[in-house]
């Protein structure tokens, strides 16, 4: 059984950081492609940032582009979230995922191809 828990959500001001982390239970954490999703209010849920299980490929939506990296700690079996700049529309529900592949470089934006799922945490950016 996998089992995804994040921490690190909370209330900051506009133009603050957090830090959320994904700490993922089971083996074989090195072989899963790990995304991180957010949800706001009455809207869709929408692609963040995602890592390969190699660490060798990242991509970001591009309205966090610059402003977010994620990172992996393979032996800790753990992904986090730094957020950096961070503006009310950052606000949501932030949510990590993780899919396992035997492709080292391959990430995923489609949450569909997630096969697990965090139960989320709040992330509120005050004007």
């Known amino acids: 059984q996998v089992q995804l828990v994040e921490s690190g959500g909370g209330l900051v001001q506009a133009g603050g950081s957090l830090r959320l982390s994904c700490t993922v239970s089971?083996?074989?954490?090195?072989?899963?492609?790990m995304g991180w999703f957010r949800q706001a209010p009455g809207k869709e849920r929408e692609f963040v940032a995602a890592i390969s299980w190699s660490a060798g490929s990242t991509y970001y939506a591009d309205s966090v582009k610059g402003r977010f990296a994620i990172s992996r700690y393979n032996a800790g079996n753990t992904v986090t979230l730094q957020m950096n700049s961070l503006k009310p529309e950052d606000t949501a529900v932030y949510s990590c995922?993780?899919?396992?592949?035997?492709?080292?470089?391959?990430?995923?934006?489609?949450?569909?191809?997630?096969?697990?799922w965090g139960q989320g945490t709040q992330v509120t950016v005050s004007s």
């Open positions: 995922a993780a899919k396992r592949t035997i492709y080292r470089s391959y990430y995923y934006t489609d949450g569909e191809e997630y096969d697990y």
């Open positions: 089971g083996r074989s954490f090195s072989s899963y492609v």
